[in-house]
């Protein structure tokens, strides 16, 4: 009888990186792996990496080097994921316990490589160009959630954003067939999934390649699929975002009253340093479509500080613009030189300490105007996907169809079913999520 062979997967990145690791999982598990969830039991360790911002890959090696006495045990170590790529065969010499770097363009190799993983080699690499490898169709894909899952409908960017290194770890943009896309959400609908988020870079850079369907009309025809009951897509560039997105949200009553849409900066000047190709009043433009909804669509963005050359004027500028828009959510980062980037040329003059101060001013004012937007909510009846329970505070964990945490009790002593959808009077809140009571 053959021993079982056991592998372990930890994930870092967006939700690109945590799908992908769906698909690797379902992958390993077909070929005859069981997951674990520790390395100490695990024969293979993987790792899928991100490289977004420095800290993001520091800690990937910084976790290889924590396990690399458990070599001696006879664990292997494979690193997947947009380090893999960015890093190439340097991997084997940066970390020499490594056996196997594979970029995510070439997991349906991973069969291929576990059987040479297996007969020793120990340095397997799966590095394909990626140009022509559209890697969306996998066989398997071990879903971690029951009732809501991720949908891959384009791969790779091609924007080339001054800071970004996503267009060198995930390559050009590659979109897949509405037909094809329609169908994994069929199926996931008829297995009892009931909440779809489609995924890419840049999602509204979709180009349908029997070109039936713009992105508006997919996200139309996956609203409209029978048992799906929530859509969300994500991530959307300024660029590309146009009003039929907006008009489909208005009509489609599955799709989300949320679109995260990444500004970066407030500054024109930053944004034409950046790359970005939109300005602060294009920028607005947009949001103005959004809030001409008739649904009241919560917005959410992306924003760097201290980009090279970002003056205290500038950055004055992205705080009014959090006043002027009023997102529901920020996510701020301190802008981190990358490998082969254009900005890695420009010279990183912001001294750390004052990126550290300006992205603490910029969360304080965002706190403020969360704190006003989610206050808005009292009194008002929303429905909440169920996501768990918190025992400790005896509260059932909601999603609201804008993406805010609802925590609410139930009149009744049985617990609602994750998966399942109620209506909850809002009573508290605060400026990251509402508390409420389940009504009958
Ligand atoms: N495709 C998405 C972004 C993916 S990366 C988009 O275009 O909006 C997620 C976020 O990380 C970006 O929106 C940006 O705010 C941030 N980011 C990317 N590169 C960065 C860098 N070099 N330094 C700091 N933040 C960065
Ligand atoms: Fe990066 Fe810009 Fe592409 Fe987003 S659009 S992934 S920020 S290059
Ligand atoms: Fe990170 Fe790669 Fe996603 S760099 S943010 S895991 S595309």
Redesign the pocket.
Known sequence: MGVTKTFYIETFG?QMNAHDSEKVVGTLVSEGYRQVSTVEEAGLVLYNTCS??DKAEQKVFNRLADYKKLEKQGKKFGVLGCVAQQEGDKIFERAPYVSMVCGSASYRNLPAMLVQLEAGNRRVTGLDDRQTDACFETECTARTNPHRGYITIIEG?D?F?A????PYTRGKERSRTAESVLREARQMADSGFTDVQLLG??VNSYRDPSGKMSFAELLTAVGEVNGIRRVRFT?S?PRDFTPDIVAAIDAVPALCDHVHL?V?SGSTRVLGAMAREYSREEYLERVAWVRSAKRPISMTT???VGFPGETEEDFEQTLSLLDEVGFDAV?A??????PN?PAISLQDSIPEEEKSRRLQMLMDRQREIQRSRYARHVGQIMEAAVEGFNSQRGQVIGRSTQNKTVNFTTPHPIRPAPGSYLPVRITQSFPNSLVGEAVS
């Open positions: 967006c977004i911002r960017c924007k954003c800071y970004c290194v996503v870079q840049n991530t560039h990444p970066q992306d924003t760097i996510f980062f301190k802008f981190s030189p990358r980037t």
